[in-house]
């Protein structure tokens, strides 16, 4: 019998992610140490990074301040079904609007990694035909495409462009790992963990470990030119 997430609307174009441990961090990187077997509950994410659709339908929906980057009030012509990108305050927003919440870094590298400590979502070697990265973007130019373009990059779970693309937005605020020696910029700061790369950046940032950090107030005026975050969204067994 399916369970009442699994039969909602709540969760379409979402993915279960089963309870159960699972394999954090990589030994090889400073800010990503200790490796820890970290154990979650079920919760559900979105497949999808949100689209520029989708977030312009929230903002005419909820009277919500269009993202100062979009002309005359719209998304770039043609990007309907490419990444959101803005900043943290808004991607919450979204979130908290839907009944939903941002991923909390443990959550996006269950989601983004599996159970086996793979270093991409496909396995421990980078393929450039998977994500779209600066390895693709020096060359041609893409600097956004849509959500659904690469579905040979997906996650164990099914999880689409959770690497390159455009970083995504975490619920945390950024900290060092318990245990780790490494000092800590982000917590006394307020800022954001941010995940899984970008167009912008080489493949070492498409990792499912590494991490990151911005401002959740990130100025978007320049996310024309360089692009900036995006965001997918969950649901946790608290949150039906």
Not at 8 to 35: C, L
Not at 89 to 116: C, F, M
Request: a negative charge; aromatic letters at 12%; charged letters at 25%.
């Amino acid at each position: 019998m399916k369970s009442d997430l699994e039969s909602g609307s709540a969760t379409s174009n979402m993915i279960r992610i089963p309870a159960g441990i699972f394999t954090m961090g990589d030994s090889r990187f400073e800010r990503e140490r200790p490796v820890r077997e970290i154990s979650t509950e079920e919760f559900w994410i979105d497949k999808y990074l949100v689209t520029n659709a989708e977030f312009l339908d929230f903002v005419d929906s909820s009277g919500f301040p269009v993202p100062i980057h979009w002309s005359q009030g719209k998304p770039p012509i043609g990007q309907d079904s490419h990444p959101a990108e803005v900043n943290w305050v808004q991607a919450n927003a979204y979130a908290k609007a839907h009944g939903k919440s941002l991923p909390t870094e443990i959550e996006w590298e269950k989601a983004a990694r599996g159970t086996d400590g793979r270093i991409f979502p496909w396995g421990d070697e980078f393929e450039a035909f998977r994500a779209l990265t600066w390895e693709t973007s020096a060359v041609t130019g893409m600097h956004s495409e849509p959500v659904t373009a690469r579905p040979e990059g997906a996650s164990p779970y099914g999880c689409e462009q959770m690497v390159g693309l455009c970083e995504e937005w975490c619920e945390d605020i950024y900290d060092a790992y318990p245990g780790s020696n490494y000092e800590s910029v982000g917590y006394d700061a307020g800022l954001r963990v941010l995940r899984g790369g970008s167009w912008i950046f080489p493949q070492t940032h498409a990792r499912c470990s590494y991490r990151c950090f911005e401002s959740p107030d990130l100025d978007t005026s320049g996310f024309t030119q360089l692009g900036g975050p995006g965001f997918r969204c969950v649901i946790r067994g608290g949150e039906k």
